[in-house]
């Protein structure tokens, strides 16, 4: 067990009223680490009550009622109540100054935003595939003078394909890789696409993603090392990006080249058997399994499996030889939850637990 | 010009009530060269009038007021009206010995079901890409002692991928692809997939798709030579069969390995300026244009594209290098169209064309 | 409070591979009262494990492992372990026999088949709407000579007609009512509508659906009395029903006249307030509100609302005059858990309660 | 036959980006008497090329040619080139004062806004219903001292319903109506609905859609004379609308009360033969039959039967009797095409063939 909090931590979460920033609410209800004491929004709404400028997106569940009176303040840390974590699920537009000026505050920010992904001093942070990239924060603090800091997560539809990937990478090896994505409409916000657009409709376009699928990767699966700073993993990734009419869940597509030659089987080992260290930590949010093998022809399918491991499984699914590389599979991921909020909240719990906050 | 015919040949339809059955009605309906003479389907239909046996399936036609009241025989050569053509719908379980009986009984048989597609002596026939392949009907005939012949055209979706390799592998050299398809709902057939299982669903399993996108693509782009048979294209295929909630067309992901290294201008090129001999020869059914390039970043879309040149036109967009192979590129085709009788109805004009009927 | 039972009945399944008969399967695994010790399909199954003959078809459940490794009966009494209740979930046309072979062999049957429901002597049964029909099982077991007895509950676009209605009958009288439903998919069963037929559409006509709705609401609504019978309640119906692509949930409109003038607060209390002696059982299954007004003026949405009360609740909306009759409003319930099984579980439930099992 | 026009009267098209633009785009591209020559948008596009400023948002045809190459106008008649009819796509907010510019400027207005539609000299015109409506534009110009003059057409709702009601009011009388509409997502705009709002779903609200059809459908079946005005029809009409994941097409469901005791027969008859006076002056956009009775006891649907007549017939079905009032039946019209831009180009060429153009 890692460090556990002797009382709830004061946290706040920007963009609130968009989809990303629902789920996070809806994830910190009755979070028995974290207590939401701030909401903060576009400032045109500065004060107003959140159910006044906000509708509640989700068909499956209510708005929190103490959630729905609390008030909504602008996106500057003088401006909100003091919290030592914030949560962001901010437009790429605006993210990156207004992380920056939380982070330099002093609160620990957990981004959604691509704005700081790719920058050589911040995380981009998937507790059970990369927490040793935590050792760079030392770093992004010394450097920025702050004394909070930025950690990031992936996109979407990066998040399945690098957690299917770690325990390969790390029994086999891993050379070369081709994603194809059958991408859910929630992941585009919202009001995200028009009906009419999506409706008996694939569209196979989504603007910036196949090149987040293929750079993102590399960097959670390469390595830190203090002085030679990230080294992206030995890997080439071709992504193809596709939007069908499905509500929630990614099912990616892949075909992988390993280091050497493995049987069906042990892949499969690796993956069940697969269990970092962040598993063994307590983490409120991590799931009994991290990945989920399914034995059925047909399965991980977008509805039925996007809800495993209440949306923080990764279901795969389908492996079986591939004509020009090693091997084909199927993998799953819930694109709001763990590829969203949920990621943002486990990698704060993770930064709680090694004692970061 | 080829050859056309003097008078209306009369054709028959085997498996004439599901919905390749149907398509082929709504395509020989004022067909210029052909006249549907007879209805073939279930022994137990015997005698009836069409409506009375079968629900026209498509939303956007009606049955024909001629074909309604024709009567449904058996699918046997003597209990059918005399046809020249016949064009078989069949499920694969009973084709393999139904379609015979007609080619024994000097009938030529265009055929969308798999059973003999990978024979040795029966062309996999795309008018476009490989007409000289008919050259092995004289074989066929000669050693099966039969004065009609089987010709069988692709699966739905090795169709597009067919079509869109051949300018490339004739230009450039073709040696590896990826291939993940977004397939609709018709292609399974009617009553073919529960809504209960596809609606707000992808499934990322096919039965036998993939093992067939990656032989018959082989077949369709390797070469025929009297004594020497089929030769396989030395092109490796690695395919990935999908199910989504759209109506009709598939799109298609693909990630290519070229001959030698050309520019994304020199394919759109090879693409657009593509004018086999099939287009040269006053085929009714041809579309104007067998491949379409579209430039807009987010095209080919299924319910967009899917209708292009009556169904008979592939659509391409989204050229772009691939990190791994030369270049990745989207593509669509109609499934029931261009994909299924579409297909079957174009072979058996080039044949005519050509002479053999 | 009711009865409790001291210890676990023991109960069966009729139709258990439907998807009625699933839904029974998951609402009594862990039921406090019962305990699901037999399943009964088709002949041709006898004897093979669940999991053999049975694919789930819910997307967000698994088959429980225990019912998976359960055997098959045939759909005899003395084929089955001995059990109190039998739920059946067995389609119109064999339910009639079966079900009543059971209630002569001594077993309470809770039916979802239309075989009995507007029997003489058959309660068609709503717990919170029509207790007192129950009465009626003493003639039912005295005429036909049964040790067991027949319940049935109502179609599953009824349920919420005759839930809504009724505290305004109570309260003001009610004597016409227009209905125009919604209904989702899963109200077709397994396979159910083929996807082909409901994408992008809507089908005004659901056969047979329409004259229940019109007659199960008048004797659901009516009165029982010892020597009289079944006298329907003096209102007239007028139903519309329609197909749309939705998964569960039916959303049905109505315009209703009551008795006398009333005001719009007056019927939300009525409705908000009401608590019919069922509610003070304690019984498991029963919701927390049975019926839930929202004050939002575009609810009840089918997919938002239909989990409701986990799916046993009622939701209301939209309250307005109507320019011909007293008021127009619009109700959701939904139609495989309190439209079917569920609504069959709580008819048990209530019957152990009241001790007649 | 009425009037024809020598030669091609010149028109424009204000909104012109918009959906309903887009189909006055569709419609009037090779129109026999209309010449497209202006459009007109928001100001901040002035002078931009038509495909600089919009995309075409039809999945089934590309934006014409010759207008993606034309310019973007404001919407003032000093600003867009002399046109005699100005079709209006113009948002309710907006379409007040700018429709009336243009009228005031000497053109007739066709327009699609509400915000005319129940002024007292202003018609709200279905050419095959209430034709004599138009006497009262010689009052409208009189009494604003207009050379040009406004016509509006119904909401989409309301057209279909006005259409099915007029040939029965005429032969038995009309006294009270039930309409429950399923609205296709089209009817909504671009963007309109969100995906995630719709998929799955159905939502029992449209914004004062229920009141336009329970008064403009008063307002269109009533009489005008001269020095008493309109006078509404002696109907009462009460209105159920509903949204539903259908791309375009509006399914309604109606019970009516007629004036007296009819067959089934004789109101099959009534539609099937209404043939107004305006089916015989050759107006171009006129559909073969104003109305088209299905047999069948499974349609209109929303997908088979949207396309009939082109978009401009309203197809109906399933007559039966209604337990509280006569009758019931289904009616389906397309939503855009008849309910919204086509309607307005038909009373553009009624207008024309009455000369008063």
Chains 1, 2, 3, 4 share one sequence.
Not at 83 to 103: H, R
Not at 230 to 254: D, K, M, Y
Not at 333 to 341: E, M, P
Request: with cysteine.
């Amino acid at each position: 067990m890692g460090r556990v909090p002797a009382q709830k931590i004061p946290v706040a979460i920007l963009g609130a009223t968009g989809m990303v920033g629902q789920r996070f609410i809806e994830l910190l209800q009755d979070h028995p680490w974290f207590e939401l004491v701030g909401l903060a929004a576009s400032d045109r709404h500065n004060g107003r009550r959140y159910d006044e400028v906000a509708r509640w997106r989700f068909p499956n569940s209510e708005m929190p009622a103490a959630v729905a009176a609390m008030p909504v303040f602008p996106s500057r840390p003088e401006a909100l109540p003091p919290v030592k974590i914030v949560f962001s699920a901010l437009p790429n537009e605006v993210a990156g100054e207004i992380e920056q000026s939380f982070a330099r505050a002093g609160a620990a920010v957990f981004s959604n935003a691509k704005s700081h992904r790719m920058a050589a001093d911040v995380p981009l942070l998937i507790p059970e595939v990369n927490a040793d990239h935590l050792a760079v924060i030392a770093q992004q603090r010394r450097e920025r003078g702050w004394s909070g800091f930025i950690v990031t997560n992936a996109n979407c539809a990066s998040t399945p394909v690098v957690m299917a990937f770690k325990p390969l990478q790390e029994a086999f090896g891993l050379r070369k890789a081709f994603v194809t994505t059958l991408q859910s409409i929630s992941g585009a916000g919202y009001p995200g696409l028009p009906s009419y657009d999506i409706l008996d409709n694939a569209i196979p376009y989504i603007g910036g993603e196949e090149e987040k699928v293929e750079s993102e990767t590399l960097k959670m699966l390469g390595s830190w090392q203090e002085g030679q700073g990230f080294q992206n993993a030995p890997l080439v990734v071709s992504a193809h990006c596709n939007r069908v009419p499905t509500r929630e869940g990614h099912l990616e597509c892949a075909s992988i080249e390993l280091g050497h030659e493995v049987s069906p089987e042990e892949i499969i080992e690796a993956w069940e058997s697969y269990r970092p260290e962040s598993q063994t930590l307590g983490l409120p949010s991590a799931p009994e399994k991290v990945l989920l093998y399914r034995q059925e022809p047909d399965r991980p399918q977008t509805l039925r499996d996007r809800d495993a491991g209440n949306g923080m499984t990764v279901t795969l699914g389908r492996l079986r030889r591939c004509p020009l590389l090693s091997y084909k599979f199927v993998m799953l991921g819930h694109n709001t939850i763990r590829g969203a909020a949920g990621g943002s909240v486990l990698n704060a719990e993770l930064c709680v637990s090694k004692g970061l906050i």
